[in-house]
């Protein structure tokens, strides 16, 4: 998102303009008439935005102020495109551009610089390293990558990323690098042709767009050629699209729908829906419509649009933007616990200060000249501070977050953490065709092994990799390991709240693993899984007699059994490792830095046998039916009233809620040897 003033680039607003309705007055371009109307959408936008991610019940859909802002940039940045000029095509690119430049980058950069100084102080050295990482990625506007990377938008909701929105700035200016080139050279070539062309590249996008919501979702969420065509539409409506709407009869009904459209997303969209795609149309067309209506002449909802509270808040949209994930982020991080609602009550008042002070000092002075008024000093000041920053981010980076900083206790407590981080993944990113073949990552002898042993299985079976290799050198056996993130394995069934990308990715996957036993053909098949994750409300996707006596998840897991070879085939499951509240190591250590008793983090035992009462029975039911060994890590774990989280020599248990650490997977080792009795 990039809330956007391109319409009325004021000079001299920096020190002397108090008010939105002042701040219109000083339109620089008076060939593109002021819309405050337009300020008031942007405000209802960002609102929505900031309340989503700052998790406010009700708001579950206000992500698509994204898409608002988007549709509103394309239509403003085409109208400065439009304005007649007298320069020639490169002094038309160049004056865009250094608008563009003063537009984003001086409210950026003190963000940046700020977001730098508080988390080389709060941050763990694995977050920070992350932070270095995408602050690098932003400065090369290319924050959506890396965003893109560590995975889905829905999934990246926690206090560890306080970059993680930019990844729509990003989209926004890698659009506009080549959008005004083709653009403005265009306008000569095509003549009356170039509204014909944006809208077919637009339902080029569109299309893209659809189909990727079901076979890349995050790629589509992410990347310019599944976004562009919601910018393109705000395009054509400033070309003239839609233009008609200004004087229908019907106008003043359908601005109001169109804006009710709006306000339902945001309160009736959540995370569950395949967007953007299909459902991204609403938001989108709605906004044209509030664009095209009042585009000759005020429309009864611009009129209440354009209320000065709206218009101001549409004005400092830009900054509220800028702010709210850090401040949310790094007050998440500080306190550990969730926030009462008094105290997001108290963050969002101080995100919409801290925004004000900003667009007061930093945006409009840099923007209305009054600071730094020629290019070149501009220039110079923005290159100087974007080395600073660009230097800042990769010591983060490359330095694997300053672990220096850290206390003996604290280097302990997160130091076992990623040992084996390298050797997971590449087991994670092996080749389908590859593990069929039964080309497994492995681990113990060489050669002249006395046994085979096959874990399959997803991330949480990686975790154990380090008890495995203990295990693989100590018994003289040979430990294989066929994994893949998310998959559980079993057979002939999915979960309803899977994409059905990922169901086919997840099929073929377990069918290769299941070539691979056969290739290798270990006397010993280990089972392990998140098995709840995302739940156990599975559906068959392949006919069977036995549906109607047996639960689809046991269903699918019989499936499994039996393409293994069992009983003829030893095999073992790994029960579920407990879930924590809090994310470990990062919770503990605030906790311990605060000066707070992180006694509260532990899981009680009584609730972790809850948390997987329904599993644990599905396993009892299949163990005395099909008699395989079973071990539950809870028994290691949950031994007294809490469950373990910090090993006795003060090593974190868990990498994360839900993974074990080197530590965790040492601890459980001992627990393992009864899946490899009478083995080697």
């Known amino acids: 998102m990039q809330p956007s003033l391109e319409d009325h680039d004021r000079a001299n607003a920096a020190a002397k303009i ?94 940046l610089l700020v977001s730098a100084s508080l988390v080389s102080w709060l941050f763990l050295p694995s977050d920070l390293t992350r932070f270095g990482r995408h602050l690098s990625y932003t400065l090369a506007l290319v924050n959506n990558l890396a965003v893109w990377r560590d995975g889905g938008y829905f999934d990246l909701q926690s206090p560890f990323n306080p970059l993680l929105h930019l990844w ?17 050279a265009s306008a000569a070539a095509l003549k009356g042709g170039r509204r014909e062309l944006l809208i077919g590249v637009g339902l080029v996008s569109f299309a893209l767009c659809v189909w990727a919501s079901y076979q890349k979702p995050s790629a589509n969420f992410f990347l310019v050629p599944t976004r562009a065509w919601e910018l393109l539409l705000g395009s054509v409506v400033a070309l003239g699209v839609g233009r008609s709407l200004s004087a229908h009869p019907a106008r003043e009904a359908l601005a ?38 009042a585009r000759d002449s005020p429309s009864s909802v611009s009129r209440w649009l354009s209320a000065r509270p709206l218009v101001f808040t549409g004005l400092i949209s830009y900054s509220l933007y800028l702010w709210h994930v850090p401040v949310l982020a790094f007050s998440g991080y500080y306190h550990v616990r969730p926030l009462a609602s008094w105290q997001v009550a108290v963050l969002l008042l101080s995100i ?27 220039l110079a000041a923005v290159g100087v501070l974007t080395v600073i920053v660009g230097s800042i981010g990769l010591t983060f980076w490359l330095s694997a ?36 073949t039964g080309s497994l990552c492995s681990y113990g002898p060489g050669s002249g092994a006395r046994a085979d042993v096959v874990v399959w ?35 002939g069934a999915s979960s309803r709240a899977e994409t059905p990308t990922h169901r086919r990715l997840c099929a073929d996957f377990n069918r290769a693993a299941v070539d691979a036993i056969a290739a290798i053909d270990p006397v010993l098949v280990i089972l392990s899984a998140y098995w709840g994750y995302p739940d156990l409300d599975i559906a068959a996707t392949t006919g069977d007699e036995r549906a109607e006596q047996l639960p689809p998840f046991q269903l699918a897991f019989v499936a499994a059994l039996e393409a293994l070879g069992a009983p003829r085939r030893k095999v073992c499951v790994i029960g579920e490792v407990p ?77 994360d809620t839900n993974h074990l650490s080197v530590a965790g997977a040492e601890l459980l080792g001992g627990a393992l040897d009864a899946c490899f009795a009478g083995i080697g």
Not at 169 to 178: G, L, M, N, P
Not at 269 to 292: E, K, M, T
Not at 621 to 647: H, M, N, W
Request: charge should be positive.
């Open 352 to 378: 919409y200060l801290l925004a004000a002070l900003s667009w007061r000092y930093v945006e409009a002075p840099v923007r209305g000249r009054t600071l730094l008024r020629s290019d070149s000093r501009f």
């Open 168 to 184: 729509s700035i990003a989209v926004e200016e890698q659009f506009y690098f080549a959008f005004p080139l083709i653009f403005l």
């Open 579 to 655: 879930t924590l509240t809090y994310v470990m190591p990062y919770a503990y250590a605030v906790a311990r830095w605060r000066g707070e008793d992180p006694a509260f983090i532990a899981l009680p035992s009584s609730e972790a046998k809850l948390q997987h009462e329904l599993l644990d029975r599905n396993f009892t039911e299949l163990r005395q039916r099909y008699g395989f060994v079973f071990v539950d890590p809870k028994d290691a774990l949950c031994t007294g009233a809490t469950c373990a989280i910090v090993s006795a020599d003060g090593r974190s248990l868990y990498r």
């Open 401 to 436: 977050g300053l672990p220096a900083r850290l206390s003996a206790a604290d280097a302990t407590l997160i130091g076992s953490g990623d040992r084996l981080q390298q050797d997971a993944t590449d087991c994670a990113l092996r080749p389908l065709a590859a593990i069929a």
């Open 457 to 491: 299985g997803d991330s949480h079976a990686l975790a154990l990799l380090p008890a495995y290799e203990r295990i693989a050198t100590a018994r003289d056996v040979r430990v294989h390991l066929a994994v893949h993130s998310s998959c559980r394995p079993l057979l």
């Open 18 to 111: 108090l008010t939105a309705a002042a701040l219109a007055r000083s339109s620089r371009h008076g060939s593109l008439p002021y819309r405050p109307d337009i300020d008031g959408l942007r405000a209802i936008s960002v609102l929505a935005v900031i309340l989503f991610h700052a998790k406010v019940p009700g708001f579950a859909g206000g992500y698509v102020g994204v898409d608002v802002f988007f549709v509103i940039s394309g239509y403003l940045i085409t109208q400065v495109l439009l304005a007649p000029s007298e320069r020639s095509l490169r002094g038309q690119l160049r004056h865009f551009y250094l608008r563009r430049c003063r537009r984003i980058l001086p409210a950026l950069l003190v963000m």
């Open 256 to 293: 109001g729908i169109a804006l009710l459209a709006i306000l339902g997303c945001v309160l009736g969209y959540d995370d569950r829906i395949r967007y953007p795609g299909l459902y991204a149309l609403v938001p989108c067309v709605s906004a044209a419509i509030l664009l095209a209506t």
